[in-house]
């Protein structure tokens, strides 16, 4: 098992920053592929990037030239680095892992964190 805590969130202006990071414990993080996803109050969860265990990285087309994820293996932790934020990219941002490499489904991933709000303002 592993257990995942998001950190980061906070109040950003718009064409601003932020820096997430989700720090893991338990089995080794290069057991596994860890995604971000976010919600919107009474949407559905969407995802948002990944890493799998090789390095590899996949984005959703609306954040694709704007975040980055990267992960640490010494350190454990993972991060999505959020450049020029828009106020669509205002939700809860969710940390998750999984074992399956690159995926993009939610229902793939089994171990979640609880999550860090982000608020873009204008």
């Known amino acids: 098992q592993v257990q995942l805590v998001e950190s980061g969130g906070g109040l950003v202006q718009v064409g601003g920053s932020l820096r997430l990071s989700c720090a893991t414990s338990?089995?080794?993080?290069?057991?596994?592929?860890i995604g971000w996803f976010r919600q919107v109050p009474g949407r559905e969860r969407l995802f948002v990037a990944a890493?799998?265990?090789?390095?590899?990285?996949v984005y959703a087309d609306s954040v694709k030239g704007r975040f980055t994820i990267s992960r640490d293996n010494a350190k454990n932790t993972v991060y999505l680095q959020m450049n020029s934020v828009k106020p669509e990219d205002t939700a809860v941002y969710y940390c998750?892992?999984?074992?399956?490499?690159?995926?993009?489904?939610?229902?793939?991933?089994?171990?979640w964190g609880q999550g860090t709000q982000v608020t873009v303002s204008s």
């Open positions: 998750a892992a999984t074992g399956s490499i690159y995926t993009t489904r939610m229902t793939d991933y089994s171990y």
């Open positions: 338990g089995r080794p993080l290069s057991a596994y592929t």
């Open positions: 890493t799998s265990w090789d390095d590899g990285t």
